[in-house]
């Protein structure tokens, strides 16, 4: 059901503004696609795992197209499970859905949430080219906990390619990750962190509080304050990250990142017209 968005499943704390559209009336949603059962078992997430999850459905690009635009949204995210099972990871479902979803109306803004493919290059160029604005893939925590907090088919080292192959392709991208604290992590390995995001050439980045979903995930190893919150968003913003949404609510698709994301996109694209 494509009125089933990730923001429902996950319970978000900020589902109200988002698709309220918040203080600045940019009406948001996240819908998730290639079904709710994810070929690999990351021991943060709740969403249920099968090595064989059911077939794609070939009309989904077309019917979340047509139900998104007709919805009036201002700003979507496109994300997904991982689908190892399948030989392009789901890259041209995803280009399917931005492409149908363009031509029905292109003043809306697209963010696709990626998985990494598999380190599958070839993947992440096909969707960084479909016309979406925002390409997002999120490493999840700092490079020192990935093996004990993703699947051991995800790293750090892959993720980077994947937003930095993103951008090579199409440089006009904004492109955008996620990391969670309370994992453990130290300030200096939250540091070392962003400044390889940096260096990879992000634009945009989230920080949040982890919450263990079960008692069969992984536990909060620390509940982080606010301040200490506000002290990363300061750092990230000092970096030259474009954007730094950062505090205990934060999710990877907060809305607040999305009113300035689409000035940056307006003001990024208008740049690029005048130097042609």
């Known amino acids: 059901n494509i009125s089933d968005s990730v923001c429902e499943e996950a319970r978000c704390p900020n589902i109200g ?27 943060f997430c709740s969403i249920k795992t099968a090595r064989r999850p059911p077939p794609l ?64 290059l070839a993947a992440v160029e096909k969707i960084a080219l479909s016309g979406l604005d925002v390409y997002a893939h999120n490493v999840e925590t700092v490079r020192e906990l990935q093996r004990f907090v993703r699947d051991p088919r995800a790293n750090f080292d892959q993720s980077l390619s994947v937003l930095r192959h993103a951008k090579k392709v199409e440089p006009t991208l904004l492109t955008k990750t996620s990391i969670m604290l309370g994992l453990g992590e130290t300030d200096q390995q939250i540091l070392d962190t962003l400044t390889e995001l940096r260096e990879a050439g992000v634009d945009c980045l989230t920080l949040g509080q982890y919450m263990q979903p079960t008692k069969r995930h992984l536990k909060v190893e620390e509940y982080v304050t606010p301040e200490r919150f506000a002290h990363w968003e300061k750092v990230g913003n000092d970096m030259g990250f474009g954007y730094t949404a950062s505090g205990p609510l934060v999710r990877s698709s907060y809305k607040a990142g999305e009113f300035f994301l689409k000035n940056l996109l307006k003001k990024r694209k208008g740049d690029v017209t005048v130097a042609k």
């Open 57 to 120: 459905d070939p009309n989904e690009p077309y019917n979340t197209a047509k139900a998104i635009a007709a919805w009036g949204l201002d700003y979507v995210v496109l994300t997904s499970v991982d689908r190892d099972d399948i030989a392009d990871g789901g890259a041209d479902h995803f280009a399917t859905t931005v492409i149908n979803l363009k031509e029905r109306d292109s003043r809306i803004l697209v963010e696709c949430l990626t998985p990494d493919f598999r380190g599958d």
């Open 17 to 43: 503004e988002c698709w309220g559209g918040g203080e600045y009336a940019t009406a948001t949603a996240t819908i998730m696609l290639m079904g709710d059962t994810c070929t690999r078992g990351c021991r």
